[in-house]
C-alpha cells in the first residue's frame, strides 16, 4: 500500500504544472493622443499667411445712443407735399416721390435689434408669460421704439393679385374690422393676450404700421371716393394712436397718411 501511493505521488509531481493566468498586461505607457485630422477640413500651411491673404478687421463705426427719428425718412416733413385735409394729416404723392422715399429708407442703416426687439414679438401688458420671458426688468419694452420710421403701403380694397405695388398690405391687416356697418377708425391690437412665441411674424406689419407713414393707393378701377373714405380712416386711426400714446405718459410721433395719385412709370407696379 505504501509503494502504491508513493508511486502515484511520484507521478503527480513528474507532470508539468498549468501555468497559473495572471491579469496583469505589459503594456507601454502611452503618451498623449494625437489629434484625429478631419477630412473635411484642407490642410493649411504652418506659418504666417501672406499679407495679400490676411483678414483686415474694419474700425468699428461709431453709433449715436439715439437715431433720430425725423432723419430716418423723406416723408417725415409732409410740408413739402401737397395736403388734401385742413384737419388731418393727409398729403398727395406722386409716383416719383414714392419711389424716392422707399429707396432712402432702404438705404438706412437698420436699427439696433435691442431697440425694435422685443416689442416687434408683442408684449400685450395681459401676457404675463410673455412678458416675463422677455421683458423680466422693464416695462418701457412694451412701448413702441422711436429709432424707426417706416413707410407701409395700403392697397384700397385689398386685392393685391393685380396691380400691385410691392410690399402693399390690405387694410384689414391693420385696421379694426367694420362693426354693422360701420368703419371703425382704429388699429388692430394684434400683442397676443396669451401663450408665448418668438416669433409673431403675423402681427408685424401691423405694428410697423404704428411706426409708418402710410401710403393709400388704388387700381385704375377703385372709384376715389374709397381712395379718400380709406385715407380719412387711416389719418384718423393715427389721431387715435396719438391720443393714447399721450394719454400713457409718451411724446406721441406725428405720422401722416398719402394718397398716391397715379404713377408715371409702370416700374411702380407690379402686375401678377
Known sequence: MATTVCSRSTLISSQPSTPTPTTSFNV???GPLAPVPNRHLPSCPTGPRPKSQQLVTPPVSPRPDRAIIETSSLLSSPESYS????HLPIYALTGDDLHAALKHVASQPLPDPKEVFPWLHGLHPENSLQLTYFTPRKRCSRRAPRCIRSITIV???GDLSHSRLKGAVAPEELLLATR??????????VDPRDGFSVRNFQIQAAKLATVSDIVVYGDEQTPK????????RIAKAQKAWRKK???AGIEPTIFSTFVLRGWSSTI?????
Open 155 to 157: 392697397k384700397v380694397g
Open 180 to 189: 354693422s356697418g360701420e368703419e371703425v377708425a382704429a388699429f388692430l391690437d
Open 245 to 247: 400714446d399721450n394719454e
Open 83 to 86: 395736403k388734401l385735409s385742413d
Open 225 to 232: 371716393d374709397e381712395v379718400k373714405r380709406l385715407a380719412i
Open 28 to 30: 507601454p505607457a502611452r
Open 268 to 272: 411702380y407696379c407690379v402686375s401678377s
